[in-house]
């Protein structure tokens, strides 16, 4: 990291900005290109979950390039000055890296809604099977993960 005096190597400060986050981005390449899409999310120490139709671009993607990124960022603040160019923002922010893989069992797609459902603040619950059914769970396994935090 370029600016040493923003980065954030307390881990649990960095799992604080993700738990405090409501969405995160998740970055894929699509044939060269980069696609992004803000996404609900879960939690768990090394794991995000995802939550999506059975179909769509981002599960093709997946399925031919499992390396994704991700950003998240939290407390974020416009820094006024009464000069327009010494304006600043204040954040706390995480980015990561990893691989995604799709999680296809009943009982995986249950926990990973119930991380998702606990991450909003909301009780786990029964799934009916026809709505799993028809749902995707992506799982991303966080190889890399760093924090960033300017006016704090």
Same mark, same amino acid.
């Given at each position: 990291?370029?600016?040493?005096?923003?980065?954030?190597?307390?881990?649990?400060?960095?799992?604080?900005?993700?738990? @405090?986050?409501?969405?995160?981005?998740?970055?894929?390449?699509? +044939?060269?290109?980069?696609?992004? &899409?803000?996404?609900?999310?879960?939690?768990? &120490?090394?794991?995000?979950?995802?939550?999506?139709?059975?179909? #769509? +671009? *981002?599960?093709?993607?997946?399925?031919?390039?499992?390396?994704?990124?991700?950003?998240?960022?939290?407390?974020?603040?416009?820094?006024?000055?009464?000069? @327009?160019? #010494?304006?600043?923002?204040?954040?706390?922010? &995480?980015?990561?890296?990893?691989?995604?893989?799709?999680?296809?069992?009943?009982?995986? *797609?249950?926990?990973?809604?119930?991380?998702?459902?606990?991450?909003?603040?909301?009780?786990?619950?029964?799934?009916?099977?026809?709505?799993?059914?028809?749902?995707?769970?992506?799982?991303? +396994?966080?190889?890399?993960?760093? #924090?960033? +935090?300017?006016?704090?």
């Amino acid at each position: 990291m370029r600016r040493a005096d923003r980065e954030i190597s307390d881990r649990n400060e960095i799992d604080s900005i993700i738990l @405090g986050s409501k969405v995160c981005r998740l970055a894929l390449c699509d +044939k060269g290109m980069p696609y992004i &899409v803000p996404l609900c999310f879960g939690y768990e &120490v090394n794991r995000l979950y995802f939550h999506c139709a059975s179909e #769509g +671009k *981002k599960l093709d993607i997946i399925r031919e390039n499992p390396s994704v990124s991700f950003e998240m960022d939290t407390d974020q603040e416009l820094v006024t000055t009464e000069e @327009g160019c #010494g304006c600043s923002m204040r954040y706390r922010s &995480v980015i990561g890296s990893g691989k995604a893989v799709l999680i296809s069992e009943f009982k995986r *797609k249950k926990a990973a809604l119930d991380v998702i459902m606990t991450h909003y603040g909301l009780d786990p619950c029964d799934y009916p099977e026809s709505m799993l059914d028809k749902t995707s769970i992506i799982e991303v +396994k966080i190889e890399d993960l760093t #924090g960033k +935090k300017s006016g704090y």
